[in-house]
């Protein structure tokens, strides 16, 4: 089985950009689909990316996803940041016979 | 509208068995490239895949945990069950169910139910 790494958490001011990462501990991050979901303080996970780089509707433009197959990698990227983006956020994969969230990343933007 | 809903027991003692029922509306499990998944939650930690059932009866299980686990569907009731054997203290979460589609694995978990916490205790 693989792992997926993130950072424990991340603060950045309001209006700015902050980047999450997510590190595949082995097989290529390429081969997989990531998904990112949000999860707000006593509720459901709500999808944020998926497929990499897609954005369901409703989504705002400053969330993006990428990939890095250098760092074996992929990023959540939060641009002009705001309060109500305050939230934790899970990385998702997957291989022929498992599906592997990340550890989380709590955003705080203060 | 897609919506989810998880029930069973808020408790249970240690060794036991738990049983979750998730009832949905709004897809049906015998439509193509619909699929169910558990995930749980504990309390204050990460979100941890548990099992996956499409809609060919194709079942998945996490790794660490299958040979506890079982998933089934009904698909005239609209509903997934999920068992899990010999239950302990640490199984403590919130369980969720949610759906996703297409025809791989970590397809994008699109809806999920609000969530049930089962606390294991004696």
């Known amino acids: 089985n693989f792992m997926l790494t993130q950072p424990h958490s991340v603060s950045e001011s309001p209006g700015k950009t902050v980047t999450i990462s997510c590190t595949r501990s082995?097989?290529?991050?390429?081969?997989?689909?990531v998904q990112w979901y949000q999860q707000r303080p006593g509720s459901s996970p709500t999808t944020v990316i998926y497929?990499?780089?897609?954005?369901p509707s409703g989504v705002p433009d400053r969330f993006s996803g990428s990939i890095d197959s250098s760092s074996n990698s992929a990023s959540l990227t939060i641009s002009g940041l705001k309060t109500e983006d305050e939230a934790d956020y899970y990385c998702?994969?997957?291989?022929?016979?498992?599906?592997?969230f990340g550890g989380g990343t709590k955003l705080t933007v203060l | 509208q897609v919506t989810l809903r998880e029930s069973g027991p808020a408790l249970v003692k240690p060794t036991e068995t738990l049983t979750l029922t998730c009832t949905f509306s709004?897809?049906?499990?015998?439509?193509?490239?619909?699929?169910v998944s558990w995930i749980r939650q504990p309390p204050g930690k990460a979100l941890e895949w548990l099992a996956r059932?499409?809609?060919?009866?194709?079942?998945y299980y996490s790794t660490s945990l299958k040979t506890r686990l079982t998933i089934s569907k009904d698909t005239s009731k609209n509903q997934v069950v999920l068992t899990m054997t010999n239950m302990d203290p640490v199984d403590t979460a919130t369980y969720y169910c949610?759906?996703?589609?297409?025809?791989?694995?970590?397809?994008?978990?699109?809806?999920w139910g609000q969530g049930t916490l089962v606390t294991v205790s004696s």
């Open positions: 998702q994969s997957y291989d022929s016979s498992n599906v592997v």
């Open positions: 949610a759906r996703s589609s297409g025809s791989y694995l970590g397809g994008t978990l699109d809806y």
């Open positions: 497929e990499d780089t897609q954005r």
């Open positions: 059932i499409d809609w060919e009866d194709d079942k």
């Open positions: 082995s097989g290529s991050i390429a081969s997989n689909y």
């Open positions: 709004g897809f049906s499990l015998s439509t193509s490239l619909m699929c």
